[in-house]
């Protein structure tokens, strides 16, 4: 950069009259002040320039931050961010040109500018390691020589996988990838850093090999597509993946998929312009959760062994079917432009999905568990559905053996099949031997820790502080910020309003899809019902006005009077809570509008009405007439009862353990 010649900012005119008035009038005042800077340097008035250069940089930042990533604002987007990271240096200022770099490197920076902006961040080191710049840059902030872990996890609190490849990238001459799974969009995931190496390979072996007529076809696109929706959902930002875009046709990216045999696990080349080598292997795949969630398990290699790595990587790669044009299509399909008339339909498409009772295309034809239900599981699927699509949750009250957590799993693949993600909170008892085992079976690409789709929780892991392996709270937060539903078994556990593990799922399910089952909503007190709806009416006590009650808890009140007069108990006698007829209750309430409005519950006896047509054949167990066992004390115990008289009648009964006395005592006790 020749310091005060100006850019010619003539191409951004096109967004907007005052935009560009704005960044012109900002980038001329800044070349002013630079200008009389070097002046005053040139003239030995050391005193004034430092402030000049100080204002100047200010001016050219904020003009800088004013363009937002896109193809439209390149070159200028860089050529202003790299100006403002030259006059930082001008200002002793290393930290504020690193992020004044990193800045430029989020948008589409070209080649030559890349260069340049690597040539500020090695001055930017120098800078910082200067004895006279100690005392203005912490040395954990230093962009080269951050010390790298012999062995990283990503554990919280430490140093992850991510952070150790955002250190070497920026001098970074060649990478080279070697994994098993990845996502496209996990390159947004390094702002744009990536793009300081001249060279990026990648080599993944899926676990079932793909052809090349597969690699191309619909499953390829369901595979990315989330991730990116994911990153999407962060931002409006798509400059990362317009970046990508470029370096794919210009195959300064190259991705290829190794199909001949399996790959387990993951490896990393970087090679340096300095002509370092660092080599990374362990387990972290090039996703979200391989970056940067536990748990990873990644080793840095010595030298020696990065060279045979090196040579097996080039002898994959060579043999590797190349997908950058199946990718470039992807992204594609993300970057489209969608009319205002599109937006609309896309709008009502998403208003309105849910909310039908009929089993759509979906159900029929590639659901893996809508086919395994029975009829009246499916009803039941359907009304919850409809039912959280009006009030944002539901309650599914089947008796016990009638299939409550095939419907939940019903709602759990359609949940997922809507990119939805989803936290499922079950007793300790039925996570392993149920719950993971039914989602693995049925929903296979759902598990994670919203890498995928679907993670799964003890009851008990609601409370559970930091331990060694993990961060129980952390994660709760993640759930609370980035969770769209959940699904919790045995909801009657947190009917209790005062309990900790009630107000901290309350707390969790705020805007969220809430689906609660319990074979028992009721236990001691109408109000049971009303402390699981909160989770979902969040505490509103007219939710259902609608309806007519303008007070859920009056309403129950009136119900638990009505109760108490056919249990005949007095208005003036307090309702002994052992007392609580669940039955009745149950029985007023099954034709109560707030119960059917909010509550799925069907008994045996429906369901056997339900399906005496379909081709279903249902089998319960039969009760059995009791029969009286015989039984006699003297018959099962009668020996020993003989042995303990015998033992009693001694003038000595106690027992004795001659074996533990000292052997002076042996004798006399004997």
Known sequence: M??????????????????????????????????????????????????????????????????????????????????????????DD?????????????????????????????????????????????????QFGLPFNVLTTNLPRRNRFLEQLLALLPKAETVDILVSDYEIASFLLFSGQWQFADRVRMVVGRSTPQSVNQVGNNRFHDRHSPAIEREKAKTDDLSGLLAVKGALAEKRLQVGIHTKDDICGAAYVIKTRQGEVHGFLGSADFTENGLIHPLQLMASLPDEHCAELTHLFDSLHATSLNVNEHLTTLIDHHLREYTPYQIYLKGLYEYFRGREITAGVWESKDSKVYRILSDYQRDGYRQLLHIAGK???????????????????????????????????????????????????????????????????????????????????????????????????????????????????????????????????????L???????????????NRFSHLGINSIRGHLIQKERAIEAMMGVAESEDLVISDFDTVAAERILRDDTLFREAVVQRSRAYVRKREQFSETILEFPERQSPKVAGYSLMNTYGGLLGELRKAFDRDDPLPQAAHLLPDGLCAEAG
Request: glycine share 4%; net charge negative; aromatic share 6%.
């Open 391 to 525: 009030y944002g949750g539901a309650l599914l009250c089947d008796g016990v053996g009638l299939g409550k957590t095939f419907i939940a799993l019903m709602l759990i693949e359609r949940l997922v099949h809507e990119r939805k993600r989803v936290a499922v909170i079950v007793p300790k008892s039925t996570r392993e031997a149920i719950w993971e085992v039914l989602i693995k079976q049925y929903i296979p690409n759902a598990q994670g820790l919203f890498g995928n789709l679907v993670v799964i929780y003890n009851h008990t892991d609601l409370l559970r502080v930091v331990t060694q392996d993990r961060d129980f709270p952390a994660e709760m937060d993640q759930i609370r910020d980035q969770c769209d539903a959940i699904v919790v078994d045995e909801a009657h556990h947190f009917r209790n309003l005062s309990s900790r593990r009630h107000q901290k799922l309350f707390e969790l399910a705020g805007n969220k899809l809430v689906f609660l089952l319990t074979a028992t909503p009721i236990n001691n007190s």
């Open 527 to 541: 109000f049971d019902l009303q402390h699981l709806m909160d989770f979902f009416t969040r505490r509103d006590d």
């Open 2 to 91: 020749n310091f005060g010649e100006p850019i010619n900012l003539n191409s951004i005119e096109s967004l907007g009259e005052h935009l560009y008035q704005e960044v012109a009038s900002l980038h001329d005042e800044a070349m002013r002040l630079t200008t009389k800077a070097l002046e005053s340097q040139h003239n030995n008035n050391d005193e004034s320039a430092p402030a000049l250069f100080f204002q100047a940089l200010e001016k050219e930042r904020t003009a800088a931050g004013m363009l937002e990533p896109a193809e439209l604002v390149e070159p200028l987007r860089t050529k202003l961010f790299r100006n403002a990271a030259e006059l930082a240096l001008k200002c």
């Open 94 to 142: 290393p930290e504020s040109a690193q992020k004044l770099v990193a800045e430029a490197m989020l948008g589409i920076p070209p080649r030559n500018l890349v260069d340049e902006l690597r040539e500020i961040l090695v001055s930017t080191a120098k800078l910082a390691s200067a004895p006279h710049a100690g005392s203005k840059v912490r040395e954990s902030k230093k």
